[in-house]
């Protein structure tokens, strides 16, 4: 496909959500715990929130950010090449404290791939992209390639034995084998199989790994420091970027590092560090607070409270043939349709009946590959969890039903997408039991 036909393609996907009223969508009024977003004066209950944890209302965070403003103003105007306010070094302080390794703060979290991709390649390298891969570490990929002659290549997504066969072939011809995956990927909620990841570290040395692990920052791990870094240390020849948009409740990116030196360089030369604004004082100093919770146990009882309600939405989906696409311990959820149209139409009709969900389509899917995307969050209540649940299996067998279509047909389309029933268990659901509220 050409760039304009790309282009167009791209225009007429996202252009037919807007005409429908489920994209490009204006939240009304005031938000607050109970779940629900006012959307063309109709209350929704809201399940697109990326903020799994609903620290966004802890008053904690709150109160750090007006102070901050009070202190320095709404904004601290000057590049970080030149000057940063001390809620920055505060900021990084705690952050490698929660990763147990360096860490520098940036702005968003593509900003952070744009800083750190171009410093750590070099042209003898060879980089391999999983097919999933988020498109803002691809970004930060051709960045680089734009500028340098680099090998690139594209894997079936999770396919760590193909992974295997390739890094054994281009060992031979390339100094550094890169492989670029996202920890939890962020539109069917699955996971890079980490265990493999660090095996394969230890047993080629040419070979180096940079993962995306935004979606699980916070809800996973030691004081929330994610998936990838959940069971291991940081490897030497790893990097990891996260968000701090997400359920750490603020905003802007995070980069975690084997080692001090590489960290100085990417903050040295990466270009973002040296040319674009920084994170805005109400930003850093609710990031601050944040980042004092994640030290605290209390963040382990906000992810308890996720688990719980990730494991009722998956007993209540067990009783239905809706067709997940997800690993059902990430928070994200995918329900295939494989044709986009009926992706509209299911979501057009969750509207009617209160409930905003995502869609998933062209092009941050596949053409053939569309489908519901929602998340669990805890601001939702197992009540609402539960009708909206009931409700999307109503629609989605009805929208089916007016299209001639079937959950084969819908499988078939996904092709190694295992049932429900055939996928192991997720190894981060805590087994406490799942009470409604």
Excluded at 253 to 260: K, T
Excluded at 397 to 416: C, G, M, P
Aim: charged letters at 20%; one cysteine or more.
């Amino acid at each position: 496909m050409n760039h304009d036909n790309f282009m167009k393609a791209v225009d007429q996907s996202i252009s037919e959500g807007v005409k429908r009223g489920i994209l490009h969508l204006t939240q009304q009024g005031q938000l607050t715990t109970d779940n629900l977003i006012r959307i063309n004066n109709a209350e929704l209950v809201n399940f697109t929130s990326c903020s799994y944890l609903g620290l966004e209302h802890d008053i904690r965070l709150k109160h750090a950010a007006i102070a901050a403003v009070e202190k320095y103003g709404v904004q601290f105007s000057e590049s970080r090449a030149y000057v940063s306010i001390d809620l920055y070094r505060e900021l990084e302080e705690l952050m490698s404290k929660i990763f147990e390794a360096p860490t520098i703060v940036a702005p968003t979290t593509t900003l952070a791939h744009l800083s750190a991709i171009p410093v750590i390649l070099d042209s003898g390298d060879a980089v391999i992209a999983d097919q999933q891969l988020h498109n803002s570490v691809l970004s930060g990929i051709n960045v680089f390639r734009a500028n340098w002659p680099v090998h690139f290549e594209v894997l079936r997504h999770n396919r760590l034995d193909l992974l295997k066969e390739r890094i054994e072939i281009l060992q031979k011809s390339h100094n550094r084998v890169w492989y670029f995956a996202d920890g939890i990927y962020s539109m069917f909620g699955d996971r890079c199989p980490a265990d493999e990841i660090f095996n394969m570290l230890a047993a080629y040395p040419s070979f180096h790994t940079y993962i995306d692990d935004a979606h699980s920052m916070s809800i996973l791990g030691k004081n929330g420091r994610g998936y990838i870094l959940s069971n291991h240390t940081i490897h030497e020849r790893m990097i990891v970027a996260s968000s701090m948009a997400k359920a750490f409740a603020t905003g802007g990116g995070i980069l975690v590092f084997p080692n001090q030196e590489i960290a100085r360089q990417v903050r040295a030369c990466g270009a973002p560090f040296n040319s674009s604004g920084p994170l805005q004082p109400a930003t850093l100093g609710a990031a601050v607070a944040s980042a004092k919770i994640h030290l605290t146990d209390e963040i382990a009882v906000l992810q308890t409270e996720l688990a719980n309600r990730i494991k009722y939405a998956n007993s209540l989906f067990k009783e239905t043939s809706l067709p997940l696409i997800s690993n059902f311990d990430s928070g994200i959820f995918f329900v295939g349709t494989s044709r986009a149209e009926l992706a509209y139409s299911i979501m057009e009709k969750m509207i009617k009946r209160g409930f905003l969900l995502n869609i998933g389509v062209f092009p941050a899917v596949s053409q053939n590959h569309s489908g519901i995307r929602f998340t669990i969050t805890v601001l939702q209540s197992y009540d609402q969890i539960e009708k909206m649940v009931k409700t999307l299996n109503e629609v989605f067998f009805e929208t089916l039903k007016e299209h001639n279509h079937s959950v084969d047909q819908i499988y078939r389309a996904f092709k190694v997408v295992a049932r429900l029933e055939d996928r192991p268990a997720g190894e981060f659901i805590i087994e406490d039991t799942a009470e409604n509220e």
